[in-house]
């Protein structure tokens, strides 16, 4: 690849799957803005790993996020992070991601994950 020139995601369509650790990233945040915060921080870890602006949360991620209340939110998160092509034709960009969770019985051992669709 030549210096200056960017690399194309338009034919990336990739499935990945993600161990977030919330506890690092909210550490000494208030404790009624921990759930918005954690929605928002794993928003920007799908941004960094995907490489898209538009990252759409799933309505079961959120409630897990959720489920303990505001300030007591879950140490960790299994997500799988989908990069899809938008079919809407005035959109910004021309992929977005998806989180949604994973139901995993422990965060031991599990590495990043390419998923093959």
């Known amino acids: 690849m030549v210096k200056g020139e960017k690399k194309s995601r338009v034919n990336d369509i990739v499935t990945r799957e ?7 990233r909210l550490l000494g945040k208030q404790f009624k803005k921990r ?7 794993v928003k ?3 941004q960094k790993a995907m ?4 990252v759409r949360i799933d309505q079961r991620l959120n ?3 959720w489920s ?15 990069r899809k092509r938008n ?3 005035d959109a910004k960009e021309k992929l977005y991601t998806m989180c949604t969770l994973v139901d995993v019985d422990t965060f ?10």
């Open 68 to 82: 303990r209340g505001v300030k007591n939110v879950p140490v960790r998160v299994r997500v799988r992070l989908a």
């Open 51 to 54: 490489g898209t602006t538009d």
């Open 44 to 46: 920007k870890f799908a």
């Open 87 to 89: 079919d809407d034709e």
């Open 63 to 65: 409630k897990h996020l």
């Open 108 to 117: 031991k051992g599990v590495g990043t994950q390419v998923i093959q669709e």
């Open 35 to 41: 759930a918005p915060r954690a929605v928002s921080e």
């Open 18 to 24: 993600y161990t977030v650790n919330l506890h690092k």
